[in-house]
């Protein structure tokens, strides 16, 4: 049930994203508003392709006062 959350949640969170786009070139025109929506629309994809530059799980840290 979780996965399909998050699939339904990321498929809403784009479509957002692409019709912001839209409405940033085709409809009105407002060329740093569609480059940014632009960037952080190739940054989620890209970052969701990549494997490695998602986090692999939460570590609490080091902290050297506690020794």
């Not at 969170?13 to 952080?40: C, R």
Request: aromatic share 14%.
């Amino acid at each position: 049930m979780k996965g399909i959350v998050s699939i339904g949640s990321n498929v809403i969170l784009y479509a957002f994203l692409v019709w912001l786009l839209y409405d940033s070139t085709i409809h009105e025109w407002d060329p740093w508003f569609a480059f940014v929506v632009g960037f952080v629309l190739v940054v989620a994809v890209v970052t969701s392709l990549i494997p490695a530059l998602r986090a692999k799980g939460i570590s609490p840290g080091h902290y050297p006062e506690d020794e």
